[in-house]
């Protein structure tokens, strides 16, 4: 699994309230993404970061922020949560050697009520 | 981007071999292959990446032809487990900014 850890796996939130994903790696790979995933769709790419403090927008970006302060963490944030941000959520990091397959976190299960 | 185009869902049995074919006609020349298993529930899992001809690696095989503008994922004498979404993705192999899946091709194995 590459070290990856995602918290919480689980959340109910209310709508208009901020809600914060946490991604957490333990080998100190460059690349980092958050997906969503929707029933019976494939996985939408947010945000991703290419190092700390950078970071770029995805296919479906607006309503997320990202932060990349350090390595090891990719933070996404959900300023102002609304009914359609309820999605399951995905961290991955891809390797950068000769292999460069991605590794996924098990992912965060989001509802907006 | 190269675009993909899957069969949205395949039905098999145990003990067959299952060939899912991915179209990918804009391929580009630093396009590599690859695909992802996705299971219920969980992240999706690297199977196999391959530029031309034929790959093949302990769980699967990935055959390329010559023009690059399709490809085809050969899982051998399937079981129920192998029930899962593939995804196939093509892209340059170290361009790590574009990284996008499309919706998969379902794949669901009956007893």
């Known amino acids: 699994d590459a070290g990856i850890t995602q918290s919480p796996r689980h959340k109910v939130t209310e709508t208009g309230t901020p809600v914060t994903l946490r991604c957490h790696q333990t080998?100190?790979?460059?690349?980092m993404y958050w997906y969503r995933q929707d029933p019976g769709h494939g996985l939408r790419l947010i945000h991703y970061?290419?190092?700390?403090?950078?970071?770029d927008k995805g296919e479906v970006s607006d309503g997320y922020s990202v932060s990349r302060s350090k390595t090891e963490d990719f933070l996404l944030t959900l300023e102002s949560a609304t009914s359609s941000q309820t999605s399951v959520y995905f961290c991955?990091?891809?390797?950068?050697?000769?292999?460069?397959?991605?590794?996924f976190g098990q992912g965060t299960r989001l509802t907006v009520v | 981007l190269a675009k993909t185009t899957q069969p949205i869902s395949m039905d098999s049995y145990e003990g067959q071999e299952v060939n899912i074919t991915c179209s990918h006609n804009?391929?580009?020349?630093?396009?590599?292959i690859t695909w992802y298993q996705q299971f219920p529930s969980q992240g999706p899992r690297f199977i196999i990446q391959?530029?031309?001809t034929k790959v093949t690696n302990e769980v699967a095989s990935l055959f390329i032809p010559a023009d690059r503008k399709s490809s085809t994922l050969s899982l051998p004498r399937v079981s129920l487990s192998d029930t899962a979404v593939y995804y196939c993705?093509?892209?340059?192999?170290?361009?790590?900014?574009?990284?996008?899946f499309g919706s998969g091709t379902k794949l669901n194995v009956k007893p």
């Open positions: 991955a990091i891809r390797l950068t050697g000769e292999n460069t397959e991605a590794f």
């Open positions: 080998e100190n790979h460059r690349y």
């Open positions: 970061s290419y190092g700390v403090k950078d970071t």
């Open positions: 804009n391929i580009a020349t630093n396009d590599y």
């Open positions: 391959g530029y031309k």
């Open positions: 993705l093509v892209g340059d192999r170290y361009n790590f900014n574009k990284f996008y």
